[in-house]
């Protein structure tokens, strides 16, 4: 039996990506010589579907279960919430901070900032 996993890459700094596995929609953070470093489990349940990171090197978690897009520190706390009218899917957060999301609804693209 062969398991074949996709992932999507995200760079946080200089030593250290985060990985989003589609089989289990949980986000994995690995460094650049690809060892794993942690799971983001508290994220399983809540549909992970897109990643990003601010020049902070804070991680930006599309969670299509809650329509929202969670906050987190670089260790995976939780910092606060951006409420999405629809299903969020990709993220991008420009340089002066304001965050991006693109999202099943007819107006496609929510700014916060």
Known sequence: C???FM????L??????AMRQFAHSTP????????????L?????????????????RLYVACATSRQVV???????????????????AIAVLRRGTVLVSHQDPTGV???G
């Open 28 to 39: 994995q953070v690995f460094d650049l010589q690809g060892t794993h470093k942690r799971s």
């Open 110 to 112: 929510a700014r916060f």
């Open 2 to 4: 062969v398991c074949v």
């Open 7 to 10: 992932f999507e890459s995200v």
């Open 41 to 57: 489990d508290r994220f399983a349940n809540e549909g992970p579907h897109g990643l990003c990171f601010d020049g902070a090197g």
């Open 71 to 89: 906050v987190c520190n670089q260790d995976g706390t939780r910092l606060h919430t951006l409420q999405v009218p629809g299903l969020p899917r």
């Open 12 to 17: 946080l700094s200089s030593h250290v990506t």
